[in-house]
């Protein structure tokens, strides 16, 4: 997937910069060279190549160091403030899978 995204803590002013690994309904995963702590709650602002930058809000569910580099793995789960939201990101995640499977036919 490889898009990037600006996280930042709803508790802290910091924004660290991160790259999403892999989305799916729940959520998203992105690796960055620091931690987050889990349970807290964090903006997440995801670039997009043809479109306006996607913003949601998340859960940190984990944060892991990957062996062997400098760079974390952060699983996040998202949370919907209203279903347009919950619809932005359906479509956002539908889009990804559709480009994705357009890539394995050509």
């Not at 974390?72 to 899978?97: M, P, Q």
Request: charge should be neutral; proline fraction near 4%.
């Amino acid at each position: 997937l490889l898009e990037y995204a600006m996280v930042r803590s709803k508790k802290r002013s910091d924004t660290i910069r991160s790259v999403v690994i892999d989305v799916s309904l729940g959520g998203l995963q992105v690796r960055s060279r620091k931690p987050f702590p889990t349970g807290e709650i964090y903006s997440l602002s995801i670039g997009r190549v043809d479109a306006h930058p996607l913003s949601i809000e998340a859960e940190a569910r984990y944060s892991v160091p990957i062996e062997e580099t400098d760079l974390y793995s952060t699983g996040f789960r998202c949370l919907h403030k209203d279903n347009n939201g919950r619809i932005e990101w359906v479509d956002y995640v539908h889009a990804i899978f559709q480009a994705q499977g357009e890539s394995l036919v050509s």
